[in-house]
């Protein structure tokens, strides 16, 4: 089956090619692609820039693409985007196909939404109290055991899920956390059951989308966030928290926070942050959002003003104080009211708005379309030369 043009199509294909094709060889170099799909389309996002960069290098010969070639680039171009620019075709009146958003919108909301958050650090640092203050409810596993466990004495793996819904969303939320890390004389290969655990919820999950008779939704247990706890020590990042970073930072979106951010003056909680950034581009760790291709400049941007707020210096608060006629989460010491919601006193309003309400859903494409594409991509080829090895030895 071929895909027609249409004659406003090819007329725009060849106006950009002829104007970048200044020698009139039937040539134009590969750098300028991208640009004349730009001219052509309008803004496409990143990710779509970068298939286009894929298909021209594909054909590029000596550094130049032929007429043919581009037009099977611009072909492609338009099969995988919506973005077509003055290319769209007008509407002689209202057909009604706006309504889309609103029925994808009630079908998501029958059946509500999940979300999978993983807290990561030392025991002391206040990891379930940030959890209950984040979603305002008593959520972290310590909080709904009635008894409290003691420390265990290798790193134990706890998921505790809830449905919590606000307005008539309804939110799956399930807090994995990991009593003993870090906790024990010698850490080393602590972060292993984690990473393990990780890869496991990917494992369950490729095992049903590739079943034969698989479920209609696939239950999702793949972790989509981990907050990793810093200890406040106003120094730099310890050799354990590095390699935490750098073995799970593959296959999970890492959010790194400094716990318990009170301790330190404001002057110390930003050269400290400073140190930590160092400390991460030193080590080429792969933090959220820093780490990630943005879709376009809007997002570009907002990933920018985050990534000068990590590693966000957070306190936590279940409790309720009264400040004035007001009450508010926070916490009463001899010098004053630690507010946890006042952007002057930390920056935990602005890590939940970033998990919450702004990439909530950003957090969960990422963990499917980079992370657990990279695992099943890997799984899936490993199969193949098994296979491969299998049918070469049977012919044997």
């Keep these: 089956m071929t895909n027609l043009l249409t004659s406003q199509q090819k007329e725009a294909f060849v106006r950009a090619f002829q104007e970048a094709d200044t020698n009139d060889a039937g040539l134009v170099a590969v750098t ?229 951010a009170d301790t330190l003056t404001i002057e110390e909680r930003e050269s400290f942050k400073k140190r930590i950034r160092e400390d991460i581009t030193t080590h080429g760790i792969r933090i959220y959002p820093r780490g990630y291709d943005p879709e376009d400049d809007a997002e570009q941007t907002l990933a920018d003003q985050i990534d000068a707020l990590i590693p966000f210096g957070v306190v936590g608060s279940d409790k309720v104080v009264k400040v004035g006629n007001k009450e508010l989460y926070g916490r009463q010491t001899r010098w004053g009211v630690i507010e946890v919601e006042n952007k002057e006193h930390c920056e935990f309003s602005q890590l939940r708005d970033m998990l919450i309400k702004t990439h909530m859903q950003d957090l969960k494409e990422k963990t499917d379309k980079v992370h657990y594409e990279t695992f099943r991509r890997q799984r899936l080829q490993q199969h193949h030369e098994q296979a491969s090895k299998l049918t070469g030895e049977s012919n044997i």
């Design 32 to 260: 300028s692609v991208p640009s004349l799909v730009k001219q052509v389309l309008g803004p496409i996002s990143n990710h779509e820039l970068q298939e286009v960069q894929s298909r021209v290098d594909l054909r590029a010969h000596k550094g130049e693409v032929t007429f043919p070639d581009f037009m099977e680039i611009m072909t492609e171009t338009m099969g995988s985007t919506t973005q077509w620019g003055q290319l769209k075709t007008p509407l002689n009146g209202y057909v009604g196909f706006d309504s889309i958003q609103s029925q994808i919108t009630q079908k998501a909301l029958k059946r509500g939404f999940e979300f999978n958050l993983m807290v990561v650090g030392e025991s002391g640092m206040g990891k379930s109290t940030l959890v209950n203050t984040l979603f305002k409810a008593r959520v972290s596993r310590s909080s709904c055991m009635q008894t409290p466990t003691p420390i265990p004495t290798t790193v134990d793996i706890n998921a505790v899920s809830h449905v919590i819904e606000e307005k008539g969303v309804r939110l799956k939320l399930t807090i994995t956390d990991t009593p003993g890390f870090g906790d024990q004389i010698n850490n080393k290969d602590c972060w292993t059951p984690i990473t393990d655990y990780v890869n496991e919820q990917f494992e369950l999950y490729l095992a049903e989308e590739v079943s034969i008779n698989r479920k209609r939704f696939i239950p999702d247990s793949r972790v989509h966030c981990c907050l990793y706890f810093i200890q406040p020590s106003g120094h730099a990042l310890k050799p354990l928290d590095i390699e935490f970073m750098r073995h799970l930072h593959d296959c999970v979106n890492i959010v790194p926070v400094i716990a318990k």
